[in-house]
């Protein structure tokens, strides 16, 4: 499933009536006979019979008179209000209105929130529906003041239940969502694709339950690369997850060394080494001072450890393994700096570098400039990103899509912008949007397990699958460890090992995912 920019959305309806020859009229039929669909299913006749239209004075007005009208088909009893003069409408949003008039619907013209606020007082929340279609996608400033301001609050205060067409209007991935108001509707009927507006920066949580309509645009035009963001899905993966061989042992299923973990720290190397394990690698190994290796192996047996002093004397199992883990749980000091460019300078295999072992490269970004033959993925969630990159944190939270990938293709590397959507980058610039995980996952230790699945996913599979793949499925099945760890334990109560300990469910329940998002 792609994910699009407004302006994406915008050129592709170009192409689809200018290029394939599918009228603008159709599209916005397609559009509003889908949302209709939704609507009758989520608030059947019986229940809802009044609906009134708030149509704004472009293209999304006109697919919310679309909508009214069909469902006065349905039975519904439509009342259109306007929030400008509707004989000034132009296109397809007047040849709509054209049809209503001549239908002899029920419409008026709102020229201030207390109008609005009257009209809508005489009518009950428990039978009436209001259907959101001011503004869409094409919205390029935040809306802090006039008319439309003013309707919003008046909407969003009131108890009816809302849909909204396309987007709740207000939201644009053009504007900071720190600015300005939008409605909050309890359903989106988005069209085509889902946008990026509708995900970030945690705009899913004002957008209600979202529903992606297909208004007919060509496939072919949509799987055009420059079209760069998809959302992930087990199906983009299932070839990593078919069942093994027989006759497979050990040495062949990958062997994943950790660096990582410190006298203050050491549940950090844990809980990454044992990541590696139970994400399919064969072998993990932690590199751990003196101090801590008992207390590592008494946790896990499993953990083979070799001590600080031997790697960084010779570093020599870096040419014995198939990936290595460094950062978690580090710290931040001149040894942890020196293991880095250590790993980063001798390596042979792919990189993983998270924690502290970004953290250490604030000052010393040139690191990651060198040539190097192996792949390098990095796992920052914003603050960590701001500091490599030089970039602002609410930058990097408003446009996490853009900073990912603005750094993975200046320095040649994956990343995994952590988050409530993950962002997905790699060197050329692809993005993948993970649609697994929950606010549980905000615990220490969460990001710990999910560099270690990263590790051993890698470990097991990088010699015969892309990494771009191989971080789609550690990822997603990351976020469906912490899913299932939620609904055992609750949001607030899960810690970090409860994911590691749900990672073997996820990997067993991953083809039963069902989206949150509903694609009609």
Same mark, same amino acid.
């Given at each position: 499933?792609?994910?699009? +920019?407004?302006?994406?959305?915008?050129?592709?309806?170009?192409?689809?009536?200018?290029?394939?020859?599918? %009228?603008?009229?159709?599209?916005?039929?397609?559009?509003?006979?889908? $949302?209709?669909?939704?609507?009758?299913?989520?608030? /059947?006749?019986?229940?809802?019979?009044?609906?009134?239209?708030?149509?704004? /004075?472009?293209?999304?007005?006109?697919?919310?008179?679309?909508?009214?009208?069909?469902?006065?088909?349905?039975?519904?009893?439509?009342?259109?209000?306007?929030?400008?003069? %509707?004989?000034?409408?132009?296109?397809?949003?007047?040849?709509? +209105?054209?049809?209503?008039?001549?239908?002899?619907?029920? *419409?008026?013209?709102?020229?201030?929130?207390?109008? #609005?606020?009257?009209?809508?007082?005489?009518?009950?929340?428990?039978?009436?529906?209001?259907?959101?279609?001011?503004?869409?996608?094409?919205?390029?400033?935040?809306?802090?003041?006039?008319? *439309?301001?003013?309707?919003?609050?008046?909407?969003?205060?009131?108890?009816?239940?809302?849909?909204?067409?396309?987007?709740?209007?207000? #939201?644009?991935?053009?504007?900071?969502?720190?600015?300005?108001?939008?409605?909050?509707?309890?359903?989106?009927?988005?069209?085509?694709?889902?946008?990026?507006?509708?995900?970030?920066?945690?705009?899913?949580?004002?957008?209600?339950?979202?529903?992606? @309509?297909?208004?007919?645009?060509?496939?072919? &035009?949509?799987?055009?690369?420059? *079209?760069? @963001?998809?959302?992930?899905?087990?199906?983009?993966?299932?070839?990593? #997850?078919?069942?093994?061989?027989?006759?497979?042992?050990?040495?062949?299923?990958?062997?994943?060394?950790?660096?990582?973990?410190?006298?203050?720290? %050491?549940?950090?190397?844990?809980?990454?080494?044992?990541?590696?394990?139970?994400?399919? $690698?064969?072998?993990?190994?932690?590199?751990?001072?003196?101090?801590? =290796?008992?207390? !590592? !192996?008494?946790? *896990? /047996?499993?953990?083979?450890?070799?001590?600080?002093?031997? +790697?960084?004397?010779?570093?020599? @199992?870096?040419?014995?393994?198939?990936?290595?883990?460094?950062?978690?749980?580090?710290?931040?000091?001149?040894?942890?700096?020196?293991?880095?460019?250590? !790993?980063?300078?001798?390596?042979?295999?792919?990189?993983?570098?998270?924690?502290?072992?970004?953290?250490?490269?604030?000052?010393?970004?040139?690191?990651?400039?060198?040539?190097?033959?192996? %792949?390098?993925?990095?796992?920052?969630?914003?603050?960590?990103?701001?500091?490599?990159?030089?970039?602002?944190?609410?930058? @990097?939270?408003?446009?996490?899509?853009?900073?990912? =990938?603005?750094?993975?293709?200046? &320095?040649?590397? &994956?990343?995994?912008?952590?988050?409530? &959507?993950?962002?997905?980058?790699?060197?050329?610039?692809?993005? !993948?949007?993970?649609?697994?995980?929950?606010?549980?996952?905000?615990? $220490?230790?969460?990001?710990?397990?999910?560099?270690?699945?990263?590790?051993?996913?890698?470990?097991?599979?990088?010699?015969?699958?892309?990494?771009?793949?191989?971080?789609?499925?550690?990822?997603?099945?990351?976020?469906?460890?912490?899913?299932?760890?939620?609904?055992?334990?609750?949001?607030?109560?899960?810690?970090?090992?409860?994911?590691?300990?749900?990672?073997?469910?996820?990997?067993?329940?991953?083809?039963?995912? =069902?989206?949150?998002?509903?694609?009609?």
């Amino acid at each position: 499933m792609k994910v699009l +920019f407004s302006q994406w959305m915008r050129d592709l309806d170009f192409k689809t009536i200018s290029e394939a020859g599918i %009228p603008s009229i159709v599209l916005m039929e397609n559009a509003s006979r889908g $949302a209709v669909a939704v609507i009758r299913n989520k608030f /059947p006749v019986d229940h809802f019979p009044n609906v009134i239209i708030l149509a704004g /004075p472009g293209n999304n007005g006109g697919d919310g008179i679309a909508v009214g009208r069909a469902l006065a088909q349905s039975g519904y009893d439509p009342l259109f209000l306007f929030m400008s003069n %509707p004989e000034g409408l132009s296109g397809d949003a007047l040849v709509n +209105f054209k049809i209503i008039r001549n239908l002899e619907l029920k *419409y008026s013209e709102v020229s201030s929130s207390d109008e #609005l606020e009257k009209i809508l007082g005489t009518f009950s929340c428990d039978n009436t529906l209001l259907i959101d279609a001011i503004f869409g996608i094409g919205l390029k400033r935040a809306i802090v003041e006039g008319i *439309y301001f003013e309707v919003i609050n008046v909407i969003n205060k009131m108890e009816f239940k809302i849909v909204s067409i396309d987007v709740p209007s207000g #939201l644009s991935d053009v504007i900071p969502p720190s600015k300005g108001i939008c409605v909050e509707p309890d359903i989106t009927t988005t069209f085509q694709t889902l946008k990026s507006a509708l995900l970030f920066p945690d705009d899913r949580k004002r957008s209600g339950e979202v529903f992606v @309509i297909d208004i007919g645009v060509p496939v072919k &035009y949509l799987n055009d690369q420059k *079209y760069f @963001i998809e959302m992930s899905e087990p199906s983009s993966f299932s070839s990593l #997850l078919k069942k093994r061989e027989s006759g497979l042992h050990k040495g062949k299923t990958g062997h994943g060394l950790v660096v990582a973990g410190s006298d203050d720290k %050491p549940g950090a190397a844990i809980l990454s080494s044992v990541a590696v394990l139970k994400s399919g $690698a064969g072998l993990s190994t932690c590199v751990v001072s003196s101090k801590n =290796r008992d207390m !590592i !192996i008494r946790s *896990y /047996p499993e953990i083979m450890t070799v001590s600080e002093e031997a +790697f960084e004397k010779t570093g020599s @199992i870096l040419n014995k393994v198939d990936c290595v883990l460094a950062g978690p749980g580090m710290g931040v000091n001149a040894q942890t700096e020196k293991l880095v460019e250590k !790993i980063i300078s001798q390596s042979i295999v792919p990189v993983v570098l998270d924690a502290d072992a970004l953290n250490v490269l604030g000052n010393r970004i040139s690191i990651l400039e060198r040539e190097r033959e192996y %792949p390098l993925i990095i796992t920052p969630h914003p603050r960590e990103l701001s500091r490599i990159s030089g970039k602002k944190v609410e930058e @990097i939270v408003n446009d996490p899509v853009n900073m990912a =990938r603005d750094f993975s293709k200046k &320095y040649r590397l &994956y990343t995994v912008l952590k988050g409530h &959507y993950s962002v997905i980058s790699s060197p050329e610039g692809r993005i !993948i949007i993970n649609q697994t995980g929950n606010p549980g996952m905000a615990t $220490a230790g969460s990001g710990d397990v999910l560099a270690g699945m990263i590790t051993g996913m890698i470990s097991q599979f990088g010699k015969n699958f892309p990494i771009f793949t191989i971080l789609q499925a550690a990822v997603f099945i990351h976020g469906l460890a912490g899913d299932i760890a939620a609904s055992l334990k609750g949001e607030s109560s899960m810690i970090a090992s409860d994911i590691l300990e749900n990672i073997p469910d996820a990997f067993l329940s991953v083809n039963d995912f =069902r989206s949150e998002f509903k694609f009609t």
